[in-house]
């Protein structure tokens, strides 16, 4: 009966490189949504998507970043040449199909750009 | 553009202390409302609340929503240490796909 499963849980890069992270959904949930919180902030949304589909990038930056859910597989946030600012803790949140709203969120990624 | 304002954005009390916690809210087409408790991990779901007036309960947690004035509060009774944590307030408007704004939190902190 396992939760979101994220990984990995802290992931230290440097300026330049790129950065991913996966997210696998509790079972039976269809649907995934990517939150970044920057230190002293609260959660923004980002992405959120259903297998094979980008539902709503509304929150993503134009640039370096993008996310995908694909048929088979976790889902993966991806940053493109890193940058400092970068460094957040990245939660990936998943909900069924039903009516309600209620997401379960994962341990969270925290990135670290040096 | 929606709004959440939680208040206060911190909070120290001690145990046995009852706490209220506030969130107001600025939705176009307001569809539901959840509380969350964040540690030093996951936020964990604590309440979902549509509809004004029900109150929701658990344990020594109790929240409720106003629709009218747009704000809901959740109430910790008797509050024990393990109560310290970072509540979230986050909303869900009708198109959003629900998609979660959240309010910046309360951090509350329980002292022996």
């Known amino acids: 009966n396992a939760g979101v499963m994220q990984n990995p849980r802290h992931l230290v890069r440097r300026r330049g490189q790129e950065a991913r992270l996966r997210c696998s959904p509790m079972?039976?949930?269809?649907?995934v949504y990517w939150y970044r919180q920057l230190p002293e902030e609260g959660l923004k949304f980002m992405v959120y998507l259903q297998k094979e589909n980008i539902i709503d990038e509304s929150g993503m930056p134009k640039e370096r970043f993008s996310a995908e859910f694909p048929k088979e597989g976790p889902s993966i946030l991806r940053i493109q040449q890193v940058v400092r600012g970068d460094s957040a803790a990245y939660f990936c949140a998943s909900r069924t199909s039903g009516g309600s709203d209620t997401q379960y969120f994962g341990p969270g990624t925290r990135l670290t750009v040096l | 553009e929606d709004k959440v304002v939680q208040s206060p954005l911190s909070l120290v009390v001690h145990e046995g202390d009852t706490v209220t916690l506030n969130c107001s809210y600025e939705v176009t087409n307001f569809r539901s409302l959840l509380w969350y408790k964040q540690e030093k991990k996951a936020p964990t779901f604590l309440f979902m609340l549509?509809?004004?007036?029900i109150e929701k309960k658990s344990g020594r947690l109790s929240s409720i929503l106003d629709k009218k004035e747009l704000f809901s509060i959740l109430n910790i009774t008797a509050t024990q240490t393990g109560d310290s944590a970072i509540y979230l307030c986050?909303?869900?408007?009708?198109?959003?796909?629900?998609?979660?704004?959240f309010g910046e939190g309360t951090q509350l902190t329980v002292n022996p």
């Open positions: 549509t509809s004004s007036g």
């Open positions: 986050a909303v869900v408007e009708e198109t959003s796909g629900s998609r979660l704004t």
């Open positions: 079972k039976g949930h269809s649907h």
